[in-house]
């Protein structure tokens, strides 16, 4: 079957940690020679999108199986200063350690980021201009990440708007749009009990509880019991800060995709099946690496199908 790819857009929706699969879909279905020439990404989206568009998706993929929980960590540049928990600049580092520095009119295949306009709201599509700085800008997740300031608009997390953009496809020029939605069974996260999965956890948010208590202690040394309480609560099996802003935030883009793509549905949607995944477990990459192959290999026939009409 010969596929005319510059008519197929993809839409790689926000999930967080879950967004390492859109890295699994985009090479299963470059295999069964579905390679869309148009890309539109919300959030993570935005970042693994941007890496696809820049033919560097083997070298995300890479990293993403290497990356540990300290690794994470040493990411986490926090600062109780600005408009997030995450000031973003180490953040802002990774990506040009792992993306090219280009401008997005410049890339092999068309790509478009979506963040929010944080005074007015407004759905802001990043369509020119630095690609690193559109995907900073799109993964600002609120609360946790500082705003991102864009031809002079602060911007943040595109998935508050738009978690899963086929409508930005679609004024791209797509006809068939593949569209990615991670937040489906956001609540439903699984195996939560089990000891080997709460070892794990309690491992991480040591790493990541000692980490955050340097860096307080570097900048407010004298008052770090007291921000510390405050910030994190008293008690470390409750759940985060973390969690609680990114879970919350999801719940919020599953209504949103929702109500969106009744509106605009896509010709196609791949839904990984990723309940036994936290939103914050990006050092689990090769898991959504393989659920995202998964996902195309069990929707192979009905997208033969879509993209052969």
């Keep these: 079957m010969k596929i005319d790819n510059s008519r197929i857009g993809i839409a790689l929706g926000s999930g967080s940690a879950r967004g390492w699969a859109?890295?699994?879909?985009?090479?299963?279905?470059?295999?069964?020679?579905?390679?869309?020439?148009i890309v539109?990404?919300?959030s993570i989206g935005a970042l693994v999108g941007a890496a696809y568009s820049a033919n560097q998706l083997?070298?995300?993929?890479?990293?993403?199986?290497?990356?540990?929980?300290?690794?994470?960590?040493?990411?986490?540049?926090?600062?109780?200063m600005g408009g997030g928990l995450i000031q973003g600049d180490k953040l802002t580092a990774f990506f040009h350690r792992h993306l090219k520095e280009t401008r997005i009119e410049f890339l092999p295949h068309r790509f478009a980021a979506v963040a929010t306009e944080l005074n007015t709201g407004h759905e802001i599509w990043l369509q020119s201009g630095n690609l690193l700085d559109a995907?900073?800008?799109?993964?600002?997740?609120?609360?946790?990440?500082?705003?991102?300031?864009?031809?002079?608009?602060?911007l943040v997390d595109g998935g508050i708007v738009d978690p899963v953009p086929v409508s930005?496809?679609?004024?791209?020029?797509?006809?068939?749009v593949i569209a990615v939605s991670l937040n489906g069974n956001i609540t439903g996260k699984q195996n939560h009990n089990q000891p080997e999965t709460e070892?794990?956890?309690?491992?991480?948010?040591?790493?990541l509880w000692g980490r955050i208590s340097d860096q307080l202690e570097k900048s407010w040394h004298e008052k770090k019991n007291i921000?510390?309480?405050?910030?994190?609560?008293?008690?470390?099996?409750?759940?985060?800060?973390?969690?609680?802003?990114?879970?919350?935030i999801h719940i919020m883009q599953d209504r949103i995709t929702r109500s969106r793509m009744a509106g605009d549905p896509p010709d196609i949607i791949l839904s990984p099946r990723l309940s036994q995944l936290g939103l914050m477990e990006y050092?689990?990459?090769?898991?959504?690496?393989e659920e995202g192959r998964t996902c195309v290999r069990r929707m192979q026939s009905a997208l033969e199908q879509v993209i052969s009409a």
């Excluded at 070892?199 to 790493?207: G, H, Q, W």
């Excluded at 050092?283 to 690496?289: L, N, S, V």
Aim: overall charge negative; hydrophobic content about 45%.
């Design 22 to 37: 859109h890295i699994g879909i985009l090479q299963a279905l470059s295999e069964m020679g579905i390679q869309p020439d």
């Design 40 to 42: 539109a990404g919300s």
């Design 58 to 80: 083997d070298e995300l993929e890479s990293m993403v199986q290497t990356l540990g929980w300290k690794d994470i960590a040493g990411y986490l540049d926090v600062s109780i």
């Design 135 to 154: 995907v900073r800008a799109s993964v600002a997740l609120p609360g946790l990440f500082t705003p991102f300031k864009y031809n002079n608009q602060w």
């Design 168 to 176: 930005l496809c679609r004024a791209m020029g797509a006809e068939i």
């Design 199 to 207: 070892a794990r956890a309690k491992e991480n948010e040591t790493a």
């Design 227 to 248: 921000l510390f309480s405050r910030l994190f609560g008293e008690n470390i099996k409750s759940p985060g800060l973390i969690e609680v802003l990114a879970g919350s």
């Design 283 to 289: 050092d689990r990459g090769t898991i959504a690496i």
